[in-house]
């Protein structure tokens, strides 16, 4: 699904429909072809064994990686929450979703960076690194210096995601509704409504600039934790930079020793229970 020249974000409605609208028609294009295969082979498949091929559950991660946005939230949480019910074709990829993104190519940064910095964007920064470090389901983030030297990370969201939810979510159900990926005994759509909840809160990042300070007030003194700040003066409504903050992903807590894992995971619940 990652890919380093990246794909382009179709930011359009309409464009965003039609994409889901040619997935549906590849899955059912898949269906008929190994129904084929398998009849010449003198073998009667069920419908849903040619509906959950390797193949079609493929594209459908494929497609959802690369539309970004609800679409690809969908899939996470889907995952997540009802992986253990889903088939194990579908399952697995769709948990991709959780750790790869498609990143937008240079071209199409290039152009939201002028669209929430202005045509002299480059006035910020001493360097951008123009290969993003991340790429999840609405924004990618970047390394960059601001002009004053300070180490950065800027997240960039995707264009046309924040005023596609809605829709994209919709589209998603009804296609999960008459292809029949997901089995009938899922209730998805509580999953549709936590993620159209989640992605309008995150497609915020002035919400989330204001957020970030308050955690670093309530948090101020205490030096077990490490937070960055936003550059509020860097940032707009779908722009966020802030300091810079090295870390190790979570899963690599499996190779410290035993008294580092228990030292974190209970700083992690003492975190948790301040938080409630």
């Known amino acids: 699904m990652s890919n380093d020249k990246g794909h382009k974000v179709p930011g359009h409605r309409l464009a965003r429909i039609g994409h889901l609208a040619s997935l549906a028609t590849r899955v059912a ?21 040619l509906l959950l091929t390797p193949a079609n559950a493929r594209r459908v991660g494929d497609q959802l990686a690369r539309l970004r946005g609800a679409a690809m939230k969908v899939g996470q949480l889907l995952s ?16 991709r979703l959780r750790a790869e ?14 669209h929430e910095l202005g045509e002299d964007w480059q006035r910020h920064f001493s360097h951008f690194e123009f290969r993003p470090m991340a790429a999840a389901s609405i924004g990618q983030v970047h390394q960059a210096w601001a002009d004053d030297g300070e180490h950065l990370a800027v997240k960039i969201q995707y264009p046309g995601i924040a005023g596609s939810i809605d829709s994209d979510v919709s589209n998603v159900a009804t296609l999960l509704r008459i292809s029949g ?27 989330e600039a204001r957020q970030l300070e308050r955690f670093n007030q309530l948090l101020a003194g205490d030096e077990r934790f490490i937070l960055p700040r936003a550059r509020t003066d860097i940032s707009t409504e779908r722009l966020l930079a802030m300091s810079f903050v090295g870390g190790k992903p979570v899963e690599s807590l499996g190779n410290e020793p035993l008294e580092r894992r228990n030292h974190i995971m209970a700083l992690l619940f003492e975190l948790l229970f301040r938080e409630l």
Do not use: C, F
């Open 29 to 49: 294009g898949g269906m008929l072809g190994e129904g084929a295969r398998q009849w010449s082979r003198g073998q009667r498949p069920s419908a849903r064994d």
């Open 80 to 95: 997540m929450d009802a992986g253990d019910l889903l088939p194990p074709e579908l399952a697995d990829i769709l948990a």
């Open 101 to 114: 993104g498609t990143p937008m190519p240079a071209s199409q940064l290039a152009q939201v960076l002028k």
């Open 181 to 207: 990926l997901v089995p009938e005994g899922v209730n998805y759509q509580q999953l549709l409504d936590e993620a159209r909840q989640q992605l309008h809160a995150e497609a915020d990042y002035v919400l």
